[in-house]
């Protein structure tokens, strides 16, 4: 008897596929293109992604490494996306890190009578309200004066590391330290370790909470749905009697929020201080994480998990073989690259529709 096949289901498969095939062409075009620039400097590419993949995720201790190193991108990527979901660009979100990163440091070890119930989440609590803070300009510029949020989020990262990097030598620098750091702060304002000898911390449950909030705030809550229109129609947002501009600068407040998250998990669960050279682009990496994540919680998930991987797996490669470091970071550079290619294609194409 002969079986009759719905064409349905096959282009309900197309329809789930077709968004998970467009995240990985980046990805995809990337390894092509590293490819070839390893067969020009002599590497077997096919050889040296198995180290990556072995190197990230080839035993219990390297999985926790690539989660640690993942977990300020996935802040990162979440603050960069809520920022999109209204239509501002914000890339300031490396100068909230920094800012989000010192306020921590500063509660950690100048409140430390403190007990940890209370000095611990006192600390996060303010890395959030610093990085907040540091949006309400940027935010009120371009919701109120519609000033291009690029170019004033840009400038505020050059005066978040100018601010920070002063302050940690100067008032904030560690009595007897030579170098730019200021003092430890106090156990108690640690984050507790997930996994003996690693650094993977309890800074990954927090990111995945992030992103969990992240998806219930945008898929079931009447601000996220507001979000969302103001993003893609800002007149027809208007029209309906939202107040875009309101929407604009409340996210901007809530981006930078989750970005000085990122800086102060950092600076609690790996760095115990705060440094001077403290992110080394965590924020500009986390608009590659969200690009590539499309905006979808769990996309932007697996995006940081992605760079998480090349960013332990590079150095240890390094180590192990003759394949440059600068090898990897070329990788990183041409998916940060095709992701943003591929968010203008489609941009473009949007407004040509």
Request: charge should be positive; include cysteine; aromatic fraction near 10%.
């Amino acid at each position: 008897m002969a079986t009759i096949v719905s064409p349905a289901p096959t282009r309900r498969n197309i329809a789930v596929l077709k968004p998970l095939a467009e995240a990985l062409l980046p990805v995809a075009l990337s390894l092509v293109l590293a490819g070839i620039v390893l067969i020009v400097a002599g590497h077997n590419p096919l050889e040296v992604y198995r180290m990556l993949v072995v190197e990230s995720f080839g035993s219990g201790k390297r999985i926790a490494s690539t989660l640690s190193a993942a977990t300020p991108l996935i802040f990162t990527g979440v603050a960069t996306a809520i920022a999109f979901r209204t239509g501002a660009f914000n890339v300031g979100i490396e100068g909230c890190v920094n800012v989000g990163g010192l306020a921590a440091a500063f509660v950690g070890f100048t409140f430390i009578s403190l007990s940890g119930y209370i000095l611990l989440p006192l600390a996060i609590l303010a890395s959030a309200v610093a990085g907040s803070l540091w949006m309400v300009i940027p935010g009120f510029l371009k919701s109120r004066l519609d000033v291009e949020e690029v170019v004033t989020t840009l400038m505020f990262n050059f005066i978040a590391v100018g601010l920070t990097a002063w302050l940690v030598n100067g008032p904030l620098l560690a009595p007897g330290a030579a170098n730019s750091a200021t003092p430890m702060i106090a156990d108690a304002a640690r984050l507790p370790k997930l996994m003996r000898g690693s650094t993977l911390n309890a800074g990954f449950v927090i990111a995945l909470a992030c992103v969990v909030l992240y998806w219930l705030w945008g898929k079931w809550t009447a601000l996220g749905f507001e979000t969302r229109i103001a993003g893609m129609n800002p007149r027809f947002a208007t029209a309906t009697g939202m107040n875009v501009p309101g929407l604009v600068f409340k996210m901007m407040l809530l981006s930078g929020a989750v970005g000085g998250l990122a800086g102060g998990v950092h600076a609690l669960g790996n760095v115990y201080r705060y440094v001077s050279g403290f992110s080394p682009g965590y924020g500009f990496v986390g608009i590659a994480v969200a690009l590539l994540g499309r905006g979808n919680a769990f996309g932007m998930l697996l995006a940081a998990v992605l760079f998480g991987a090349l960013a332990t797996s590079g150095a240890t490669i390094q180590l192990f073989s003759d394949v440059p470091i600068e090898i990897v970071n070329i990788l990183q550079g041409l998916v940060m690259i095709f992701a943003v290619a591929r968010f203008g294609f489609f941009a473009r194409k949007g407004r040509a529709a």
